[in-house]
T-cell receptor, first 111, second 113 residues
Framework: SQELEQSPQSLIVQEGKNLTINCTSSKTLYGLYWYKQKYGEGLIFLMMLQKGGEEKSHEKITAKLDEKKQQSSLHITASQPSHAGIYLCGALLKAGNQFYFGTGTSLTVIP | NAGVTQTPKFQVLKTGQSMTLQCAQDMNHEYMSWYRQDPGMGLRLIHYSVGAGITDQGEVPNGYNVSRSTTEDFPLRLLSAAPSQTSVYFC????????????FGPGTRLTVT
């Protein structure tokens, strides 16, 4: 079973377009993390959200947490080829030390 | 400061062979973990450790052993490799599990034939 579901699974966009990736949890979230993975490499931390309604931005990437819906969204504005990669959400789903990752969203940006 | 290092980068094993994937970090992090990444499955937690001498099972622990004798090292042992263990393995560490981001190694691509 997959505790964190991401959608879409893959995304191909033209450079300059905006896009949104969603992450939905089947359980209570104790912190939601977004990571980016370049193909064939390890993961790089993007940002962390802890409180319902929290919104964080870094350069052209914005993430929001909707605690009631157990959902987070990652929005990229004016996408660039450098945004290409796999985006994964991760979370602690119960009190304790087990961390779960979503299924991942593969993003391709066409110049 | 090398961060999190993993060796080897690539490995091919035959069914039934055993091997150890190495992971080391030089950030004095207490928490270390091992994940496997399979297509369409995201990353799944195999084992984790909250400090030297303490380890616990994650989501998919069967077929793997770990130990944590020092803060720096967290090796993952495959006891008897099976084709289902073909995957990319990532080691990660963090300072405080619940609030700080995890730092990931570059991964080990393992193929079991």
């Amino acid at each position: 079973s997959q505790e964190l579901e991401q959608s879409p699974q893959s995304l191909i966009v033209q450079e300059g377009k905006n896009l949104t990736i969603n992450c939905t949890s089947s359980k209570t979230l104790y912190g939601l993390y977004w990571y980016k993975q370049k193909y064939g490499e390890g993961l790089i931390f993007l940002m962390m959200l802890q409180k319902g309604g929290e919104e964080k931005s870094h350069e052209k990437i914005t993430a929001k947490l909707d605690e009631k819906k157990q959902q987070s969204s990652l929005h990229i504005t004016a996408s660039q080829p450098s945004h290409a990669g796999i985006y994964l959400c991760g979370a602690l789903l119960k009190a304790g030390n087990q961390f779960y990752f979503g299924t991942g969203t593969s993003l391709t940006v066409i110049p | 400061n090398a961060g999190v290092t993993q060796t080897p980068k690539f490995q091919v094993l035959k069914t039934g062979q055993s091997m150890t994937l190495q992971c080391a970090q030089d950030m004095n992090h207490e928490y270390m973990s091992w994940y496997r990444q399979d297509p369409g499955m995201g990353l799944r937690l195999i084992h984790y450790s909250v400090g030297a001498g303490i380890t616990d099972q994650g989501e998919v622990p069967n077929g793997y052993n770990v130990s944590r004798s020092t803060t720096e090292d967290f090796p993952l042992r495959l006891l008897s490799a099976a084709p289902s263990q073909t995957s990319v393995y990532f080691c990660a560490s963090s300072d405080r599990w619940s609030v700080d981001e995890q730092y990931f190694g570059p991964g080990t691509r393992l193929t079991v034939t």
